[in-house]
């Protein structure tokens, strides 16, 4: 925690930093897990929405330095869907309601909808100041990257044609991403549907954590009232649903009921307050775009506001060029009878190029941990690294 203080700034508020004691960790988790359990049946849905978007920013400005695009993005789909009747349907909460609507369109639906976009948008035009995805390249130079490759990405780097085709391919969708709320219809859902492949083609060929799944989950909201009605229709009757209909029956009978009666004015509030407030952090979130692209700056009284709700954000996904280099890591470290060891790996020191870089990483996590050691700004994290190396070992080994 005192190098996490060293780093960051006084808003980088989180409930995690109580403690550095693993069961307190642990009891943290345990609550976000079922905080997460209410948001998915849909009981008090909005309470557990704020929530959990609490509890994940929380856990997200304890460990900044393992964070990752998708990670951004899955906090600030919590953070809009906070303005959202996520429970309208399918939930416990719908069954204690009575004229749920077909179709909801607000400030909050609109802010959802500008966030997905922003992200693939500001992604774009970084991706345009380029020379690799200008050419063509880019791809190919991500999948020569053994650190990130997986699956069918050992594969594909054979075949730079295809490569080619797919990075021209990816970079036309990103920079017309704005016709994903232009568009209406079976074109929007088309559309939306070429980035939904796009991203299942990221998660069977590279190491890139939750951002495939999180960025499928955003793109769902663009799917059209065709696609959700024909959903209903052919899952309605299949055992799945029926089983999920009964589970959803029998939690309604078993919780407690939420209290609907609101006073007065805190409803005139709600209805005139909230609004305007989604509007404000909506502009907000466009000035934070604008300025990650170099197009404004920042004014420094914004600082606390967007550190504090996490809407801070800069989609730089391999952008504007991706890494033309890989690597991997050697730890040497002497012991006490003067022998050398790898202290990362484990087992004597060895320059040799691992045969697989990806399997290198325990995970995702641990992957932009030691890519974020070799940049400048994470130098004051180089010596705890080292020194967290040589306790573990010495937890590990006797003598």
């Known amino acids: 925690r005192a190098v996490l203080f060293d780093v960051t700034g006084p808003y980088w508020l989180s409930l995690h930093v109580v403690s550095g004691a693993t069961t307190v ?17 849909g009981y008090r849905t909005r309470a557990a929405t704020v929530a959990s978007w609490v509890l994940l920013l929380s856990l997200q400005h304890r460990n900044p330095v393992v964070l990752n695009g998708g990670d951004t993005l899955l906090r600030m789909l919590l953070f809009w869907a906070m303005f959202l009747p996520l429970g309208a349907r399918w939930s416990v909460d719908a069954r204690r309601r009575e004229g749920v609507p077909d179709d909801v369109a607000t400030v909050g639906t609109a802010a959802l909808l500008l966030q997905v976009v922003a992200m693939y948008f500001a992604n774009g035009l970084l991706k345009l100041g380029g020379d690799l995805w200008l050419s063509g390249e880019a791809i190919r130079y991500v999948f020569s990257l053994d650190q990130f490759t997986v699956l069918l990405g050992n594969y594909l780097g054979a075949y730079p044609l295809v490569l080619t085709v797919l990075a021209e391919t990816w970079l036309g969708m990103v920079v017309c991403s704005p016709l994903l709320v232009v568009l209406t219809g079976k074109y929007r859902g088309l559309f939306a549907l070429a980035f939904v492949g796009g991203h299942l083609g990221m998660f069977l060929t590279m190491q890139l954590g939750i951002f495939p799944f999180v960025a499928v989950a955003a793109l769902l ?3 059209p009232p065709s696609f959700w009605d024909l959903a209903v229709d052919r899952l309605a009757p299949t055992p799945l649903a029926r089983r999920s209909t009964g589970a959803l029956d029998r939690l309604d009978a078993v919780l407690p009921a939420s209290t609907t009666d609101v006073p007065g004015w805190l409803d005139a509030v709600r209805r ?4 305007a407030l989604v ?3 909506g502009f907000l979130v466009l000035v934070v775009n604008a300025a990650a692209l170099g197009a404004t700056t920042m004014p420094g009284e914004a600082e606390p506001v967007t550190t504090a709700t996490g809407v801070d954000q800069r989609w730089n996904m391999f952008a504007p060029n991706p890494l033309q280099t890989d690597g991997w890591y050697v730890a040497p470290a002497a012991l006490s009878n003067g022998s050398t ?7 004597p020191v060895t320059w040799q190029r691992p045969a697989d870089l990806a399997a290198t990483y ?3 996590r641990w992957r932009k941990y030691e890519a974020n050691l070799q940049r400048d700004g994470y130098a004051a994290h180089r010596d705890d690294f080292a020194q967290y190396l040589c306790e573990r070992w010495d937890r590990d080994h006797e003598g």
């Open 25 to 41: 960790q642990a009891l943290l988790f345990a609550l976000a897990g079922l905080v997460a359990v209410a948001l998915a049946v």
């Open 221 to 223: 909201v663009f799917l």
């Open 272 to 275: 005139r307050g909230v609004p």
């Open 279 to 281: 509007v404000v952090l």
């Open 341 to 347: 060891v790898d202290a990362l790996h484990g087992g």
């Open 362 to 364: 325990p995970n995702a």
